[in-house]
């Protein structure tokens, strides 16, 4: 486990604070760390140092870039055990998943690395009409400059390495702010990166709270807003950040259909994983189910045996635990309301829908109105629907009806059908024979309709951080 103590990090430079927040053990509630707050003057300045960095992050060489961040990568996997225990404590997420999340960072680390050497431009001949006889261009990708980061509780170190990674591979500088509530990976990730040698003043990680937060939004200094996060905030977020560009993975409420031919088994045993591993707390953890008639009974059991397989409250060290308590009680309690608001409408609990202090048992519900929240907003919590189709395109129909737009899953034998969700369904991705929960941190990633808009995965996340700068020329060399 870390030091009890933690300073945010002002300029690329440690810094305590007076005021600081008490960062608790999400499995034993015991107090884990106090973390330095930074104030409203702080994010101030944190933000004049990173415009005056711009110049020299921009002029740094492509291969200084890569090689701090596979610096960080490999400093990552040096103290690999040492950040899953600190994401045991901090999230509440088993050791396993917790191992996968590092594993994961140092993969966007890596990719990111190597992204920064492959920023090439572009060559355009323009006499494709008379007007261009004699004309040439030629394209690069600049940076865009300071940028604002704001990431979420669930995966404090990947989806950072999500944005700060792709950042410094674009050359441009940033300030962060994790959740309050889980802060202390992204400042051991300030320490890794304080010991590279960008430029004083090129990151700040600042965790804070009231006023100090207005700045990541709303300051014109900054160039770029990347959030992760409700969709409530980021929306509001996006109203108020002026001229900036703006990124926004706001979640969703996952579909999954299971067609007549699909390998139920497969099937069932990734749905149970999706639907509760970090106690549903993933944007596309799977909250919907439509499956075709002919199995649903069979994989409603499936599902309610797996289900009640992995209640059992276990040691989080134990690399077969799959659930683990939610983030707080108030959100284990809500969405139990939840759940119980959808009985109350008509739907019947198969299994689960206890709650004991932040700990809410996998539940399982079917013929669930499509109406109640439940359904039709993201419930982010153990909480899986299940209905039963007969013909596919209306299965299709069904995950469209919704607005948000992440990710859906299809286990399909049909190449047919595979296509077919792929043309059809209004989602940033689809995923074909396995679950929507599927993230592989080199891909795009991304929603449509409220699930925010923009793409991450370190190349596409470049493209957000970059604008692109053209030079014509006229009859040169002529």
Not at 23 to 28: E, G, H, M, P, S
Not at 432 to 460: F, Q
């Amino acid at each position: 486990m870390p030091s009890s103590d933690f300073q945010l990090f002002v300029g690329s430079l440690p810094r305590s604070t007076a005021r600081t927040i008490e960062a608790q053990d999400k499995y034993t509630a015991r107090p884990m760390a106090n973390v330095s707050i930074a104030d409203d003057e702080m994010v101030d300045e944190a933000i004049g140092l990173a415009v005056q960095a711009q110049p020299k992050m921009a002029a740094m060489p492509a291969y200084a870039r890569r090689d701090a961040l596979l610096f960080v990568a490999r400093e990552l996997n040096r103290r690999r055990g040492e950040f899953a225990q600190t994401l045991v404590a901090e999230v509440g997420k088993p050791i396993a998943l917790a191992q996968g999340e590092v594993d994961r960072a140092i993969d966007t680390f890596t990719e990111s690395a190597q992204e920064a050497t492959r920023m090439v431009g572009e060559y355009l001949p323009l006499d494709s009409s008379p007007r261009g006889a004699g004309l040439e261009a030629i394209c690069k990708r600049v940076p865009i400059g300071p940028c604002s980061f704001i990431t979420p509780f669930n995966f404090p170190l990947n989806l950072a390495a999500h944005k700060v990674a792709p950042a410094i591979a674009a050359g441009c500088t940033w300030i962060l702010k994790p959740d309050d509530r889980t802060p202390v990976t992204s400042l051991m990730v300030g320490e890794i990166l304080a010991q590279t040698d960008l430029p004083k003043g090129a990151f700040s990680v600042l965790p804070c709270l009231g006023d100090g937060r207005r700045r990541f939004s709303q300051d014109d200094r900054l160039k770029l807003l990347s959030f992760t996060g409700s969709p409530k905030v980021g929306w509001m977020l996006k109203a108020n950040a002026g001229r900036k560009k703006v990124v926004l993975e706001l979640g969703g409420n996952a579909a999954c259909v299971v067609d007549r031919r699909a390998d139920l088994d497969q099937a069932a045993q990734r749905l149970v994983f999706g639907s509760f591993y970090q106690a549903g707390q993933s944007c596309i953890s799977v909250q919907r189910i439509i499956a075709h008639e002919s199995l649903y009974e069979s994989l409603r059991d499936q599902l309610t045996h797996g289900a009640r397989r992995i209640s059992e409250q276990r040691d989080p060290m134990d690399p077969a635990t799959i659930l683990g308590p939610m983030i707080d009680e108030q959100s284990a309690r809500r969405a139990q309301q939840w759940a119980r608001e959808a009985v109350e409408g008509g739907a019947t609990l198969v299994t689960g829908g206890e709650r004991s202090g932040a700990w809410l048992e996998p539940t399982l519900l079917e013929n669930t109105p499509h109406t109640v929240r439940a359904s039709c907003q993201e419930i982010f919590a153990p909480v899986v629907l299940i209905e039963s189709f007969s013909r596919f395109d209306d299965a299709l129909d069904r995950v469209n009806d919704s607005e948000w737009g992440l990710q859906a899953g299809v286990f399909t034998p049909s190449f047919d059908h595979a296509m077919r969700a792929f043309n059809t369904l209004d989602v940033g991705g689809v995923v074909v024979n396995d679950i929507p929960s599927t993230r592989v941190d080199a891909m795009p990633y991304g929603g449509v309709k409220g699930s925010g808009v923009g793409r991450e995965g370190p190349r596409s996340a470049i493209e957000s951080m970059t604008e692109l700068r053209l030079l014509l020329l006229s009859n040169l060399g002529r």
